[in-house]
C-alpha cells in the first residue's frame, strides 16, 4: 500500500512551547487528515484538509496541505500538558475510496510541565 | 451517545485457537474498517466494508476474516491465530460522503490481543 513518512518520530517539549511535525507522501494525496490517540482510546480527527494550499484551524491547532499535494504538516502553539498524545496524519490518495485511508507512523509527543 | 464499541477489550489466547473480536457502532453508517496498530509501524487497515454484504481487503488481511451481515456489526475473526498477530486492533466507522462530517472515522476503544 501507499506510504507515509511521519516526523519526528517523537518530541519531548516545554510546557508554553510551539510544536510542528509533518508528513510526506511520494503520491498525491486528495485529502489530509490529523489524528490523536490519547492513551488507552482510540483515534480521534482533530482537522481535515480537502484543498491544495488549504489552511486549516482547530483552537490552537494549524494543519496545511501541501501546495504539491504531497505533504501536510500540523501545528501546536503554546503546548499544555493535556496535548501530550501520539499525533497521525493520514491520507487518501488519489483514485482511493472515501473509506481506504493511510496513516502514517506517528508523533509521540511528551510536554514537560 | 454515538459510540462504536468493541468485545473483548483484552483477550490472551494460544496459537490455532479461533477467536472472533466483536464491533458495532449506533451511527447508521456505512463504513467500516478494522486496523491493527503495532510500535512504530502506526495504523494498518485489515479489511473495510462499503456496506451490508461488501467487504475488501486492506493492507494487511493475511490471516484474518470479516463479515458484514447487518449494518450495525462487523466482527473480526481470528481463524488460527498466530503470535505475528498480536497487536492493538481498532474498529472504525464514518458515513463516508466524501465531506468532512464523512470522514471523521470513529474510532472504537481498542481490543488489545496477546496470542502465545
Known amino acids: 500500500g501507499q506510504q507515509l513518512n511521519q516526523s519526528p518520530q517523537s518530541m519531548f517539549i516545554q510546557e508554553g512551547e510551539d510544536v510542528s511535525m509533518n508528513c510526506t507522501s511520494s503520491?498525491?494525496?486528495?485529502?489530509w487528515l490529523w489524528y490523536k490517540q490519547d492513551p488507552g482510546e482510540g483515534p480521534v480527527l482533530l482537522i481535515a484538509?480537502?484543498?491544495?494550499?488549504e489552511l486549516t484551524s482547530n483552537g490552537r491547532l494549524t494543519a496545511q496541505f501541501g501546495i504539491t499535494r504531497k505533504d501536510s504538516f500540523l501545528n501546536i502553539s503554546a503546548s499544555i500538558p493535556s496535548d501530550v498524545g501520539i499525533y497521525f496524519c493520514?491520507?487518501?490518495?488519489?483514485?482511493?475510496?472515501?473509506?481506504?485511508?493511510?496513516f502514517g507512523k506517528g508523533t509521540k509527543l511528551s510536554v514537560i510541565p | 451517545e454515538a459510540q462504536v464499541t468493541q468485545n473483548p477489550r483484552y483477550l490472551i489466547t494460544v496459537t490455532g485457537k479461533k477467536l472472533t473480536v466483536t464491533c458495532s457502532q449506533n451511527?447508521?453508517?456505512?463504513?467500516m474498517s478494522w486496523y491493527r496498530q503495532d510500535p512504530g509501524l502506526g495504523l494498518r487497515q485489515i479489511y473495510y466494508?462499503?456496506?451490508?454484504?461488501?467487504?475488501d481487503k486492506g493492507d494487511v488481511p493475511e490471516g484474518y476474516k470479516v463479515s458484514r451481515k447487518e449494518k450495525r456489526n462487523f466482527p473480526l475473526i481470528l481463524e488460527s491465530p498466530s503470535p505475528n498477530q498480536t497487536s492493538l486492533y481498532f474498529c472504525?466507522?464514518?458515513?463516508?460522503?466524501?465531506?468532512?462530517?464523512?470522514?471523521?472515522?470513529?474510532f472504537g476503544p481498542g481490543t488489545r490481543l496477546t496470542v502465545l
Open positions: 451511527m447508521n453508517h456505512e463504513y
Open positions: 466494508s462499503m456496506n451490508v454484504e461488501v467487504t
Open positions: 503520491s498525491i494525496f486528495n485529502t
Open positions: 484538509l480537502y484543498k491544495a494550499g
Open positions: 493520514a491520507g487518501r490518495p488519489t483514485g482511493a475510496g472515501s473509506y481506504q485511508l493511510t
Open positions: 472504525a466507522s464514518s458515513s463516508g460522503t466524501g465531506t468532512s462530517e464523512a470522514d471523521t472515522q470513529y
